[in-house]
């Protein structure tokens, strides 16, 4: 094999690494120590069975992690401070900056955030971007704890991944 080629292909392999080790790979974790704000235009909540629903522009930040939604749902367990975030946009995103100063960004019709279970779930035009590379498919589910992702797709789609060169400036160096 040609040197250009293994060291295309090294490269190749660093950065799927890279992408398949998002986000919390080095989630700051200052942000999961910070308060949770929710800003939104309406709000509602059923007290009784712990749901809150936040309508309309919601916007939740955490630190450096920011969720903005149509709408977004808190499910507390009964008995239990455990909750789960359901957020629902078109398209509903999730951004991070993580310890090594890069951002992570997610994208889809729907984001699933249980910080109790360490996971995170997006699916419908699921969109993963790290740095110039993403990984895009029907569901991406990531353990910040673990750090494993899976990504699939529906039946007649096919899971997506783009991993870009390093840009020939840094070659030189």
């Known amino acids: 094999m040609s040197r250009p080629f293994m060291k295309n292909l090294a490269a190749s392999l660093l950065l799927i690494t890279s992408v398949i080790a998002v986000p919390g790979v080095n989630a700051a974790k200052a942000d999961f120590e910070q308060r949770i704000k929710i800003d939104s235009d309406r709000q509602a909540a059923d007290l009784k069975n712990k749901i809150a629903s936040y309508l309309d522009n ?3 930040t955490q630190g450096s992690l920011v ?3 149509d ?3 808190v499910f507390g367990e009964k008995d239990s401070d455990v909750k789960t975030y359901l957020a629902k946009g078109n398209p ?3 951004e991070q900056l993580l310890d090594d100063g890069n951002m992570i960004n997610l994208q889809a019709d ?3 955030y249980e910080p109790g279970k360490n996971m995170i779930t997006i699916s419908g035009h699921a969109l993963l971007r790290q740095q110039d590379s993403q990984v895009s498919g ?9 750090e494993q992702l899976s990504a699939e797709s529906d039946k007649n789609e096919r899971v997506t991944t783009i991993l870009e060169p390093e840009s020939k400036d840094k070659d030189k160096n």
């Not at 029907?138 to 673990?146: C, D, E, H, P, V």
């Open 71 to 73: 709408i977004v749902q």
């Open 138 to 146: 029907s569901r991406i589910t990531y353990n910040t704890l673990t």
């Open 92 to 94: 509903a995103t999730f």
């Open 58 to 60: 919601v916007r939740i």
């Open 67 to 69: 969720i903005n939604a």
């Open 110 to 112: 729907e984001i699933k």
